[in-house]
């Protein structure tokens, strides 16, 4: 059933008038009278009784009204969800970060500003390393994602930086260097890390922040001593706090394990540093993923030392 016919009913029952409604609707009232008609035809009741001052309900009229009013309400509340949905005001937001994206304070303020900004927006929160996160981006999984180095950019994903920060060697902090270094804060040369255990967190013959590093030792005629790989940067610092190895890690971990962990810089490194990167699809259609993109990169430009 069209929404007009009823648009005209409710106006004719509560003027109780023909023609006073066809003032308050704004059209003749021949083509109302025949609308009004042609609606008790469709029905199979009569809505009015026709009297010389106007018009008066039928019982089976009260009994429309109360539907008609519904429904004309129902589509008003619906029109205005749906003009919601295409400000992005509600909606559902599905964002993936990796362990050590999440470590940087910048992620958490982000998604509270978000949460101020579009509290209709549902927000789904998922943990995963960057190769798994990129793959669920590319298949629809995700709208978006927050990680460090990518390790692989598949067509239709555009890749942000945008935040850089220093990383630091991460070892026990009972370790001779850390014990060494108590009392000193220079940096651990390239060549001393490498004469260690280092633990990496990586695809192995993919990119990223680790594959850096062994690229960097390499070019300085060094020859790293690897005694694991791991899927997750917070792994990773589990097994530097239980004395597995050494490793490096974004400058914003340094909170993890405190008591166990001891971080300091890295001589000669060079460019190595870790970015903190957006990963969206080109062509998102998502207002709400629209609008959080926008808002990291609103508040990474001013982000201290951005």
Request: hydrophobic share 45%; net charge positive; aromatic share 4%.
């Amino acid at each position: 059933m069209e929404m007009r016919p009823l648009r005209y009913f409710v106006a004719v029952a509560e003027t109780g008038h023909m023609t006073r409604a066809a003032e308050r609707l704004g059209i003749q009232q021949p083509p109302l009278s025949l609308a009004i008609k042609s609606l008790e035809r469709e029905l199979g009741v009569q809505l009015f009784r026709r009297h010389p001052r106007g018009v008066a309900l039928t019982d089976a009229g009260r009994l429309f009204q109360v539907e008609a009013l519904r429904m004309l309400q129902d589509m008003e509340a619906m029109k205005q969800r749906m003009a919601r949905v295409a400000n992005g005001e509600v909606g559902t937001l599905a964002v993936g970060f990796t362990s050590s994206a999440a470590a940087h304070r910048f992620v958490p303020e982000a998604l509270r500003a978000f949460r101020r900004e579009h509290p209709g927006v549902e927000l789904q929160l998922r943990e995963n390393n960057a190769a798994e996160l990129t793959d669920a981006l590319a298949a629809g999984r995700l709208h978006c994602g927050l990680l460090r180095v990518p390790v692989a950019r598949p067509d239709g994903l555009l890749f942000e930086t945008l935040l850089r920060e220093p990383v630091l060697v991460a070892m026990p902090s009972d370790h001779r260097f850390a014990l060494a270094r108590s009392k000193a804060s220079r940096p651990l040369p390239l060549a001393r890390l490498c004469e260690e255990g280092i633990i990496l967190v990586r695809r192995p013959g993919a990119p990223g922040l680790y594959a850096e590093l062994l690229a960097l030792c390499h070019a300085k005629g060094l020859r790293p001593r690897v005694v694991a790989e791991v899927d997750r940067m917070m792994t990773n610092l589990n097994l530097v706090a239980a004395g597995v190895g050494l490793s490096v890690v974004p400058a914003s971990m340094t909170g993890v394990h405190a008591h166990a962990i001891a971080y300091t810089r890295l001589a000669d490194g060079g460019q190595l540093d870790a970015p903190l990167t957006l990963v969206s699809r080109v062509e998102e259609d998502n207002l709400p993923a629209q609008h959080f993109a926008a808002l990291l990169r609103r508040h990474a430009s001013e982000h201290p030392g951005s």
